[in-house]
């Protein structure tokens, strides 16, 4: 017996079924792939780090999204939820349905045990397609650690790392600082 087929669908299928399911699917290349729950420290590290952009960036031109906001990368077929990006300026929408934008500014992931070497490896490959976006950010819920990479003018990326809970790093895109100890607040890793 061999592996079951695998059954591809087009963007146009995957949006429709989507759009009517109670669960959330990535989309790549053809294929959906669910999308687990996340962890209490997951969950934590959300909370705080979205508290403290919406505050921050309360009345500006850039805005931060939850998890719930699907990014789509026409470059490369990739329909996927961050979970949270930072869009500046007009969300630029696939169509009149308005769930679905292609100019993210900022992507920050919070990365889980199941998730980390995607969201690391292939998932920023496919990220790097997006012309609109300035940094990808990193926060680890198992330890305490951000990984943020910039995109240089040559369109290669500059990688900062922060491991101390004392750290603050600035999202140049938004001109704000971040503090660890904010984000990690209250979360036991």
């Known amino acids: 017996m061999g592996l079951p087929?695998?059954?591809?669908?087009?963007?146009?299928?995957?949006?429709?079924?989507?759009?009517?399911?109670?669960?959330?699917?990535?989309?790549?290349?053809?294929?959906?792939?669910?999308?687990?729950?996340?962890?209490?420290?997951?969950?934590?590290?959300?909370?705080?780090?979205?508290?403290?952009?919406?505050?921050?960036?309360?009345?500006?031109k850039c805005q931060p999204f939850g998890s719930d906001l699907r990014i789509h990368i026409p470059n490369n077929s990739l329909y996927t939820y961050p979970d949270i990006s930072i869009i500046c300026g007009k969300p630029e929408t696939t169509d009149d349905t308005m769930d679905t934008i292609t100019n993210p500014s900022v992507i920050i992931e919070i990365l889980s045990k199941s998730t980390r070497?995607?969201?690391?490896?292939?998932?920023?490959?496919?990220?790097?397609?997006?012309?609109?976006?300035?940094?990808?950010?990193?926060?680890?819920?198992?330890?305490?650690?951000?990984e943020k990479y910039t995109r240089n003018d040559d369109n290669s990326w500059l990688l900062r790392d922060y491991q101390s809970i004392d750290d603050v790093?600035?999202?140049?895109?938004?001109?704000?600082?971040?503090?660890?100890?904010?984000?990690?607040?209250?979360?036991m890793c």
């Open 5 to 60: 087929e695998t059954k591809f669908i087009t963007q146009e299928q995957y949006l429709e079924a989507e759009r009517a399911a109670l669960d959330k699917h990535e989309y790549y290349g053809g294929e959906i792939f669910a999308m687990s729950g996340a962890s209490l420290p997951h969950n934590m590290i959300f909370k705080n780090t979205y508290g403290e952009l919406c505050a921050k960036l309360k009345g500006k």
């Open 117 to 146: 070497n995607y969201d690391k490896g292939q998932k920023f490959t496919l990220y790097r397609d997006i012309e609109s976006l300035k940094e990808y950010i990193l926060i680890d819920s198992q330890t305490i650690r951000v």
């Open 169 to 187: 790093f600035m999202i140049e895109t938004i001109n704000e600082q971040m503090m660890l100890s904010e984000i990690y607040l209250d979360v």
